[in-house]
Protein backbone atom coordinates (compact mmCIF):
# COMPACT_ATOMS: atom_id res chain seq x y z
CA UNK A 1 0.00 0.00 0.00
CA UNK A 2 1.36 3.54 -0.80
CA UNK A 3 -0.62 6.53 0.74
CA UNK A 4 0.02 10.34 -0.13
CA UNK A 5 -1.60 13.12 2.60
CA UNK A 6 -2.49 16.21 1.95
CA UNK A 7 -3.97 18.29 4.88
CA UNK A 8 -6.52 20.81 4.55
CA UNK A 9 -3.70 23.70 5.45
CA UNK A 10 -1.03 22.82 2.99
CA UNK A 11 -3.71 23.12 -0.15
CA UNK A 12 -3.54 26.06 -2.53
CA UNK A 13 -5.92 29.17 -1.99
CA UNK A 14 -7.20 31.92 -4.05
CA UNK A 15 -9.36 34.73 -2.52
CA UNK A 16 -11.10 36.36 -5.47
CA UNK A 17 -13.87 38.50 -2.92
CA UNK A 18 -16.27 36.73 -4.98
CA UNK A 19 -14.72 33.35 -4.98
CA UNK A 20 -12.56 31.55 -2.31
CA UNK A 21 -11.20 28.53 -3.46
CA UNK A 22 -9.14 25.71 -2.00
CA UNK A 23 -6.83 23.57 -4.48
CA UNK A 24 -6.19 20.00 -3.54
CA UNK A 25 -4.07 19.61 -7.10
CA UNK A 26 -2.57 22.51 -9.08
CA UNK A 27 -4.81 24.95 -10.38
CA UNK A 28 -4.88 28.45 -12.11
CA UNK A 29 -2.40 30.80 -10.42
CA UNK A 30 -1.40 27.92 -7.73
CA UNK A 31 1.15 25.40 -9.29
CA UNK A 32 2.87 22.77 -7.83
CA UNK A 33 4.59 19.91 -9.09
CA UNK A 34 4.18 17.41 -6.81
CA UNK A 35 0.54 18.43 -6.51
CA UNK A 36 -0.56 17.94 -10.36
CA UNK A 37 -2.89 15.02 -9.93
CA UNK A 38 -3.62 12.03 -8.49
CA UNK A 39 -3.93 9.09 -11.41
CA UNK A 40 -6.90 10.75 -13.51
CA UNK A 41 -8.28 12.56 -10.87
CA UNK A 42 -7.23 16.28 -11.55
CA UNK A 43 -9.24 18.98 -9.94
CA UNK A 44 -10.32 18.98 -6.88
CA UNK A 45 -11.39 22.17 -5.58
CA UNK A 46 -13.59 23.48 -3.09
CA UNK A 47 -15.17 26.82 -3.97
CA UNK A 48 -17.17 29.13 -1.82
CA UNK A 49 -19.02 31.71 -3.68
CA UNK A 50 -20.73 35.23 -2.78
CA UNK A 51 -24.69 35.86 -3.14
CA UNK A 52 -25.60 36.35 -6.67
CA UNK A 53 -21.96 35.81 -8.33
CA UNK A 54 -20.73 33.10 -10.28
CA UNK A 55 -18.50 32.12 -13.14
CA UNK A 56 -19.83 33.52 -16.71
CA UNK A 57 -19.80 31.19 -19.37
CA UNK A 58 -16.81 29.47 -19.96
CA UNK A 59 -15.65 26.70 -22.38
CA UNK A 60 -14.23 23.49 -21.52
CA UNK A 61 -13.17 20.34 -23.77
CA UNK A 62 -12.08 16.09 -23.16
CA UNK A 63 -13.33 16.20 -19.26
CA UNK A 64 -15.27 14.86 -16.81
CA UNK A 65 -16.40 17.61 -14.49
CA UNK A 66 -18.29 16.99 -11.19
CA UNK A 67 -19.81 19.55 -8.92
CA UNK A 68 -21.03 18.62 -5.36
CA UNK A 69 -22.66 21.09 -3.38
CA UNK A 70 -22.27 21.67 0.45
CA UNK A 71 -24.19 24.41 0.99
CA UNK A 72 -26.81 26.74 -0.94
CA UNK A 73 -28.43 26.28 -4.70
CA UNK A 74 -25.53 26.66 -7.58
CA UNK A 75 -27.57 27.36 -11.21
CA UNK A 76 -26.21 26.41 -14.28
CA UNK A 77 -26.50 26.74 -17.90
CA UNK A 78 -24.83 25.22 -20.62
CA UNK A 79 -24.47 25.10 -24.30
CA UNK A 80 -26.86 21.87 -24.55
CA UNK A 81 -29.94 23.61 -23.61
CA UNK A 82 -29.69 22.40 -19.99
CA UNK A 83 -30.83 25.19 -16.83
CA UNK A 84 -30.75 23.56 -13.75
CA UNK A 85 -30.20 24.30 -10.02
CA UNK A 86 -27.93 22.25 -7.65
CA UNK A 87 -28.08 22.35 -4.34
CA UNK A 88 -26.59 20.39 -0.93
CA UNK A 89 -27.97 17.09 -1.67
CA UNK A 90 -26.95 16.52 -5.60
CA UNK A 91 -24.57 15.67 -7.60
CA UNK A 92 -23.47 16.77 -11.34
CA UNK A 93 -21.55 15.08 -13.85
CA UNK A 94 -21.06 16.71 -16.95
CA UNK A 95 -18.55 15.17 -20.18
CA UNK A 96 -17.20 17.81 -22.11
CA UNK A 97 -15.97 16.07 -24.80
CA UNK A 98 -15.95 17.91 -28.41
CA UNK A 99 -16.76 20.81 -26.30
CA UNK A 100 -19.39 22.47 -24.15
CA UNK A 101 -19.75 26.33 -22.64
CA UNK A 102 -21.62 26.93 -19.23
CA UNK A 103 -22.27 29.12 -16.28
CA UNK A 104 -22.42 28.65 -12.58
CA UNK A 105 -23.72 30.89 -10.44
CA UNK A 106 -24.74 30.96 -6.99
CA UNK A 107 -28.90 30.98 -6.96
CA UNK A 108 -29.28 33.35 -4.22
CA UNK A 109 -28.78 36.69 -3.18
CA UNK A 110 -28.48 36.13 0.40
CA UNK A 111 -25.92 33.50 0.99
CA UNK A 112 -22.73 31.91 -0.28
CA UNK A 113 -23.17 28.90 -1.81
CA UNK A 114 -20.36 25.84 -1.07
CA UNK A 115 -18.99 23.23 -3.35
CA UNK A 116 -16.66 21.11 -4.66
CA UNK A 117 -15.36 21.08 -8.62
CA UNK A 118 -13.94 17.86 -9.12
CA UNK A 119 -12.33 17.26 -12.78
CA UNK A 120 -11.31 13.40 -14.15
CA UNK A 121 -9.41 12.79 -16.81
CA UNK A 122 -11.91 11.01 -19.09
CA UNK A 123 -10.24 7.38 -20.66
CA UNK A 124 -12.04 8.03 -24.10
CA UNK A 125 -11.89 11.54 -25.99
CA UNK A 126 -14.43 13.99 -28.24
CA UNK A 127 -17.46 12.00 -26.95
CA UNK A 128 -20.70 13.87 -27.46
CA UNK A 129 -20.93 16.18 -24.50
CA UNK A 130 -23.76 15.18 -22.05
CA UNK A 131 -25.26 16.18 -18.74
CA UNK A 132 -26.21 14.05 -15.99
CA UNK A 133 -27.87 15.18 -12.35
CA UNK A 134 -29.52 13.13 -9.33
CA UNK A 135 -30.22 13.47 -5.73
CA UNK A 136 -28.71 11.69 -2.91
CA UNK A 137 -32.40 11.74 -0.99
CA UNK A 138 -33.27 8.45 -2.31
CA UNK A 139 -29.71 6.70 -1.97
CA UNK A 140 -27.87 7.80 0.56
CA UNK A 141 -27.81 5.25 3.75
CA UNK A 142 -26.33 6.00 6.97
CA UNK A 143 -22.78 4.59 8.76
CA UNK A 144 -22.12 3.10 4.85
CA UNK A 145 -20.45 3.67 1.89
CA UNK A 146 -23.68 4.51 -0.82
CA UNK A 147 -22.54 5.01 -4.88
CA UNK A 148 -22.78 8.34 -6.48
CA UNK A 149 -20.98 8.06 -9.14
CA UNK A 150 -19.68 5.14 -11.96
CA UNK A 151 -18.97 4.09 -15.34
CA UNK A 152 -21.82 2.56 -15.93
CA UNK A 153 -25.34 4.52 -17.02
CA UNK A 154 -27.34 1.62 -15.76
CA UNK A 155 -25.96 1.86 -11.96
CA UNK A 156 -26.91 4.05 -9.30
CA UNK A 157 -25.63 7.55 -9.14
CA UNK A 158 -24.45 9.66 -12.27
CA UNK A 159 -22.10 8.29 -14.91
CA UNK A 160 -18.70 9.51 -16.86
CA UNK A 161 -16.30 7.84 -19.46
CA UNK A 162 -13.94 6.66 -16.41
CA UNK A 163 -13.41 3.61 -15.10
CA UNK A 164 -14.47 5.68 -11.71
CA UNK A 165 -16.47 5.22 -8.92
CA UNK A 166 -17.57 7.86 -6.26
CA UNK A 167 -19.06 7.08 -2.57
CA UNK A 168 -20.44 9.23 -0.02
CA UNK A 169 -20.75 7.92 3.56
CA UNK A 170 -22.23 9.60 6.26
CA UNK A 171 -20.89 7.75 9.68
CA UNK A 172 -21.60 8.09 13.51
CA UNK A 173 -18.74 8.33 15.93
CA UNK A 174 -17.06 4.47 16.13
CA UNK A 175 -18.58 3.52 12.97
CA UNK A 176 -16.39 1.53 10.47
CA UNK A 177 -16.62 0.03 7.07
CA UNK A 178 -14.34 -1.48 4.71
CA UNK A 179 -14.08 -0.41 1.16
CA UNK A 180 -12.97 -2.77 -1.30
CA UNK A 181 -11.25 -1.48 -4.58
CA UNK A 182 -13.44 -2.10 -7.70
CA UNK A 183 -11.05 -2.40 -10.99
CA UNK A 184 -7.77 -3.74 -10.36
CA UNK A 185 -4.96 -0.91 -10.84
CA UNK A 186 -7.38 1.77 -9.54
CA UNK A 187 -6.67 4.04 -6.51
CA UNK A 188 -8.86 5.97 -3.99
CA UNK A 189 -8.24 9.42 -2.59
CA UNK A 190 -10.44 9.96 0.23
CA UNK A 191 -12.04 13.72 1.38
CA UNK A 192 -13.65 14.58 4.64
CA UNK A 193 -16.02 16.86 4.06
CA UNK A 194 -16.58 17.17 7.84
CA UNK A 195 -15.63 15.18 11.27
CA UNK A 196 -12.64 12.99 12.07
CA UNK A 197 -11.62 9.55 10.50
CA UNK A 198 -8.64 7.16 10.85
CA UNK A 199 -8.11 5.62 7.09
CA UNK A 200 -6.08 2.72 7.80
CA UNK A 201 -4.48 4.39 10.80
CA UNK A 202 -4.11 7.53 9.58
CA UNK A 203 -5.96 10.06 11.47
CA UNK A 204 -7.67 12.79 9.19
CA UNK A 205 -9.33 15.99 9.44
CA UNK A 206 -12.48 18.43 7.71
CA UNK A 207 -11.16 18.84 4.16
CA UNK A 208 -8.07 16.76 4.79
CA UNK A 209 -6.99 14.28 1.45
CA UNK A 210 -5.60 11.15 1.67
CA UNK A 211 -4.40 9.09 -1.76
CA UNK A 212 -4.38 5.51 -1.44
CA UNK A 213 -3.24 2.72 -3.97
CA UNK A 214 -1.43 -0.55 -4.75
CA UNK A 215 -4.09 -2.38 -2.47
CA UNK A 216 -7.14 -3.69 -3.16
CA UNK A 217 -9.13 -2.42 0.28
CA UNK A 218 -9.13 0.71 2.71
CA UNK A 219 -10.40 0.44 6.33
CA UNK A 220 -12.13 3.99 7.33
CA UNK A 221 -13.58 4.56 10.87
CA UNK A 222 -15.34 7.63 12.21
CA UNK A 223 -13.53 9.16 15.14
CA UNK A 224 -16.12 11.57 15.44
CA UNK A 225 -19.17 12.63 13.41
CA UNK A 226 -17.80 12.19 9.51
CA UNK A 227 -18.60 12.64 6.42
CA UNK A 228 -16.53 11.39 3.99
CA UNK A 229 -16.05 10.88 -0.18
CA UNK A 230 -14.06 8.14 -1.48
CA UNK A 231 -12.85 8.99 -5.38
CA UNK A 232 -11.77 5.43 -6.62
CA UNK A 233 -9.51 6.17 -10.07
CA UNK A 234 -7.32 4.81 -12.17
CA UNK A 235 -3.82 5.33 -11.40
CA UNK A 236 -2.57 5.83 -15.02
CA UNK A 237 -3.93 7.40 -17.94
Known amino acids: MNTVIHKAE ?3 HANHDWLNSYHTFSFANYQNPERMNF ?3 RVLNDD ?5 MGFGTHPHDNMEIISI ?24 AMSAGTGVTHSEKNKNNDREVKFLQIWVFPKVKNVTPKYDQISLKDIEKENEFYQVLSPNKEDQGVWIHQ ?13 SEQYK ?7 VYAFILDGEVEIDGQKLSKRDGMGIYDTDSINVKATENARILLMEVPMTR
Not at 163 to 175: L, R, S, T
Open 10 to 12: TRG
Open 39 to 41: GVL
Open 48 to 52: SVQAG
Open 69 to 92: PLEGDLEHKDSMGNVTVIKEGDVQ
Open 163 to 175: DAWFHIGKFDKGN
Open 181 to 187: IKKEGNG
